[in-house]
């Protein structure tokens, strides 16, 4: 497995691992009519790729297994914030969410969905620590989610 910066050329692998891990990772936390409705959206995500904005990292072996994003903390303090994080469900605990994590350079916080216990769980290994921020969102009806953070 090699992660590396994704391309435009990435943008419908990387798309569809972001969605196929959304109604795997989230389903029973998140509505079903929500999660059925998501949208692999290629075009939008290589503009998000070139924008500038944010890195975007894939691991890959024989096609892409998961991906990152990462940038600025969206909150206005002066850290790196871990955007999103997906693995193809069927490489769940196969270390390519860890190679990830470790990809991406400088990142100290991130927000993680509240009843999410595999995830946090995953991210509490990798040296996280909820600490405290918390945030409602609506995802065709409230969810709230955690700030984790590290170092």
């Known amino acids: 497995m090699h992660v590396r910066t994704a391309t435009t050329a990435d943008a419908l692998a990387v798309e569809t691992v972001r969605i196929s891990g959304w109604q795997a990772a989230y389903r029973g936390i998140v509505s079903d009519a929500f999660l059925d409705g998501l949208v692999i959206d290629a075009e939008r995500r290589a503009r998000m790729i070139t924008s500038g904005q944010a890195t975007t990292l894939v691991a890959e072996d024989v096609g892409v297994l998961g991906m990152a994003v990462f940038g600025p903390a969206r909150d206005g303090e002066d850290a790196m914030e871990l955007y999103a994080l997906y693995v193809d469900p069927g490489c769940w605990r196969t270390g390519v969410g860890t190679a990830l994590v470790a990809a991406c350079e400088g990142v100290t916080v991130l927000w ?19 600490d405290g921020g918390r945030q409602e969102l609506d995802l065709d009806g409230p969810v709230g989610e955690i700030r984790m953070r590290r170092g």
């Not at 993680?112 to 909820?130: I, K, M």
Request: aromatic content about 16%; proline content about 0%; overall charge neutral.
């Open 112 to 130: 993680v969905l509240e009843d999410n216990e595999r995830a946090q769980a995953f991210y509490r290994r990798q040296g996280f620590t909820a």
